[in-house]
């Protein structure tokens, strides 16, 4: 049976620099991996690279057993991968239910006809995800009022809106208050687990990483230094010396 998701010998580079580099790993449904590295890493450039974002110079990219290297990202959503950013990236001036109207509504693409019907369309679909995130009771407040904890459970809901089988999560946490960071990610785990899907997320807080995470890929200047469980990254000798230091 083919894997969830599957990388090989991943490489791009920018200019003379390699921002990643040679990179291989695979990830199994209602799995979790967290990738891990130091600033410029390389971690964004191989979300973007399986994201269809950025252009692979060479390796393979395979969804299901699909080749997907190449592809741009709007038929990379379609093939069933959800993405946050580590920014949410919401409509700040419209509702929580708008928003994820709006997802559901590119998705099934009725965008030429939304500014008639939004209201109507996909609301019992909508609501349902929002009950999923935990942030139904505030379906019609304006995103641009909520906490950046409900911006983060806003974006999650659309990004589930094209019903993934795949979830790439880019510090999910980041900017959070640490009980916020908290009840994020343990909401995170209970959907892939109970959903079966994947999920691979890059995360700075050690804390959510080893508590959340099945395996743990680390990057070190676009290069795959180490993976495997949260216990054999955490005793590697070389990820302490380049990344964890003391926190190990």
């Not at 890493?41 to 969804?63: E, M, R, V, W, Y």
């Not at 239910?97 to 996909?122: C, G, P």
């Not at 959903?195 to 743990?216: K, P, S, W």
């Amino acid at each position: 049976m083919a894997k969830l998701l599957e990388v090989s010998i991943l490489s791009r580079s920018f200019g003379g620099i390699t921002a990643v580099d040679h990179v291989s790993f695979d990830l199994d449904a209602g799995q979790i991996i967290a990738m891990i590295g130091p600033n410029g890493a390389g971690k964004s450039t191989c979300f973007n690279l399986i994201n269809g974002q950025l252009q692979p110079d060479h390796g393979s990219i395979k969804i299901c057993g699909r080749e997907v290297a190449g592809l741009h990202p709007r038929q990379v959503w379609k093939l069933g991968v959800g993405r946050t950013f580590q920014i949410a990236s919401i409509f700040a001036t419209m509702t929580v239910l708008e928003n994820v109207q709006m997802a559901l509504i590119s998705f099934n693409k009725q965008a030429r006809s939304f500014l008639r019907t939004v209201r109507q369309l996909y609301v019992d679909e909508s609501m349902e995800l929002l009950r999923l995130v935990g942030i139904e009771d505030q379906s019609h407040r304006v995103c641009g009022l909520l906490s950046y904890g409900d911006l983060k459970r806003v974006e999650l809901a659309m990004a589930l809106t094209n019903q993934p089988k795949l979830l790439l999560l880019d510090e999910p946490t980041a900017g959070m208050e640490p009980s916020e960071r908290r009840r994020l990610m343990e909401l995170t785990t209970q959907i892939v687990r109970n959903q079966n899907l994947g999920a691979l997320f890059t995360e700075h807080d050690m804390d959510v990483v080893f508590t959340h995470a099945d395996r743990i890929i680390v990057l070190n200047r676009g290069e795959l230094i180490a993976q495997g469980t949260p216990e054999q990254v955490r005793h590697n000798d070389r990820v302490k010396e380049i990344y964890l230091g003391s926190r190990s």
